[in-house]
């Protein structure tokens, strides 16, 4: 694993440490539910011991520099809160933060939370979405020891699976529009890269990798497992990835991805999805590799046209197509 710049210091007394990397890869969605699924699990786990969390973040710089949205929304708001009261300290590239009260144990393990960076004009006008407002017009890729210090690790690797060599990858694929600007870019190896998707959305790209390195992690679980069956509990059956037919992984990567349903790909549902999918397909998304269908690309298409779908239902149909 690419080693990190500089490793959290613990303080405060004895009790239990929680240590998290808000990830490129991560929105404000998943890395809020995956603090308070960590939190929740210490204070089942171990309750009653002080708890202290020991934040880092990796990338999600805005135009000036500083942390965008995402990441300024979890340090600030959300860590503030809604996560202090079931916290004693907190630990941030922000600063540090300690609870004046006493720390709950009640922590809830589920929190309902919404991408409140996607608009529905942007998925029925089918707009480019980008990370930052302004991007870089350098015509020129960053080199790897650039987006290294924008990821802040010592050493580039891919990031779902940390092999090396890597390719500098778009998110936004420059054919699509896509920017030089460092954001822009994810260091993938050739493996990875060939699989991930080529569409407009710079934000559905680092979801499809959140996505890829959560099946690698449990592919590695499983290897420890099969090991030391004593030490790691079974993780449960991982399909491949590359198995079935074609439209079979599409589907596969729908409702794992996506959380489709079974009745989504039947009768009249799947008939309108349809209908949309071919201009999102043709709009909205390219090619890479010379690879004229990629499972993630195929994916976010049908996913965007059924968003698409609904939206104009939800306005009583007077909004346009395409």
Known sequence: MPRRKKAPRKRGGAGVAIYHDMRVEEDFERCAQRLVETIAFAARTQPGKK???????????????????????????????????????????????????????????????????????????????????????????????????????????????????????????????GSNDVRNFAPLCEEHHEQAPDVIDAE???????????????????????????????????????????????KRELIDLYGWVESDFEGLAWSRVLDDFYVVLEQATGKHFGVDRKVSTYAWAYNVAKKRVELRDLAGGGLPSA
């Open 204 to 250: 559905s790209f680092w979801r499809w990798i959140d996505y890829t390195c959560q099946k690698e992690e449990r592919k590695r679980v499983a290897l420890i497992h099969k090991a030391a069956p004593a030490l790691i509990p079974d993780p449960g059956p991982e399909p491949d990835r590359a198995s079935g037919t074609f439209f079979e992984q599409v």
């Open 51 to 177: 708890r202290y969390l020991y934040l880092d973040v990796q990338g999600h710089r805005n135009d000036a520099g500083g942390y965008d949205r995402d990441a300024g929304e979890i340090m600030g708001n959300f860590l503030l809160t809604f996560l202090m009261p079931y916290l004693s300290e907190a630990s941030t590239p922000l600063g540090a933060f300690r609870n004046p009260r006493e720390q709950r144990d009640d922590v809830p393990d589920v929190v309902a939370i919404a991408d409140p960076d996607e608009r529905p004009d942007e998925l029925l006008n089918l707009a480019k979405r980008v990370r930052g407002s302004k991007q870089d017009a350098r015509r020129s890729r960053p080199s790897l020891s650039a987006i290294a210090d924008y990821l802040g690790v010592e050493e580039v690797a891919c990031i779902i699976c940390w092999s090396t060599p890597v390719h500098r990858a778009h998110a936004v694929p420059d054919s699509l529009g």
